[in-house]
């Protein structure tokens, strides 16, 4: 797998054939500072593009867009999202919300049960909604550079994760749900404050990128090595040297990167 890096984000249209004009509007850079309310009346919307403008609110109307599929609120001044967010029923692709002045996210995101792709990375985000498990359509989740200190323990009921990025937070620990990842195949945790990897990480069989640098390792789980699928264990500036047993032998593997 390729690994693309966590500042690039994933965009709508290179995921497959545009929608049809009828269905989008892309106001990107339109240099507005709130949502248009003509907007709001076009119930036949699919995708809706607001990203780098100076929004700082949206409108509890947005709720009328039932067939929104991707909203894209990127690279905004946005600092609370409605709850009435979680009636977007046709929400199935793309919500992004990176970038932005966000210091939670609603709860009722939880509603937003088959949508794919959540980027709320570049906020200020304290926690992440408790009801993050009941999105069971995430493909990928992007929370990187906030202010997370914990993951909710829902956050094994994902199971439909293939990528996880937390780059930039402040996490101390992993919830034991994450054992339950079985499709993940990227975990970023760069730059967070792990003393350690907890166990549960060593039983998700499709797992092949693992970034743990810049964390304060003390150590790394023996089972580590029993991962079938690793292809990389980044360990730059962290604790856990080429002394370590696990490392040596993941070392000779070619799995590891130290320098």
């Not at 580590?224 to 002394?243: C, H, I, M, N, Q």
Request: hydrophobic fraction near 40%; glycine fraction near 6%; proline fraction near 7%.
């Amino acid at each position: 797998m390729t690994e693309s890096p966590d500042e690039t984000t994933r965009t709508p249209a290179a995921t497959g054939p545009a929608a049809p004009d009828r269905g989008t509007a892309n106001l990107w850079r339109a240099g507005i500072s709130a949502v248009p309310e003509d907007l709001l009346r076009r119930e036949d919307l699919r995708v809706l593009i607001l990203a780098d403008n100076a929004l700082t609110r949206v409108p509890p109307d947005i709720a009328r867009l039932t067939r929104l599929h991707t909203l894209d609120l990127g690279h905004n001044a946005i600092t609370s999202l409605p709850p009435e967010i979680g009636a977007l029923s046709g929400l199935d692709r793309f919500l992004y919300v990176h970038d932005n002045r966000l210091t939670e996210l609603p709860d009722t995101l939880g509603e937003l049960r088959r949508l794919a792709y959540l980027n709320a990375g570049e906020n200020r985000l304290t926690r992440l909604p408790r009801t993050l498990g009941a999105m069971t359509g995430l493909v990928e989740l992007r929370a990187q550079h906030n202010r997370l200190t914990r993951l909710p323990d829902g956050i094994g009921e994902l199971t439909r994760l293939r990528e996880l990025w937390l780059r930039g937070n402040a996490l101390t620990a992993l919830p034991d749900g994450v054992a339950a990842l079985r499709e993940l195949r990227l975990l970023d945790l760069r730059e967070n404050e792990l003393a350690e990897l907890p166990d549960a990480v060593c039983g998700l069989p499709l797992l092949r990128r693992v970034d743990l640098r810049a964390n304060p390792l003390r150590r790394l789980p023996a089972r580590l090595t029993e991962l079938p699928a690793l292809e990389k264990l980044d360990l730059r500036w962290s604790g856990v040297g080429e002394d370590d047993e696990v490392v040596r032998a993941l070392t000779a593997r070619g799995c590891v990167v130290l320098t």
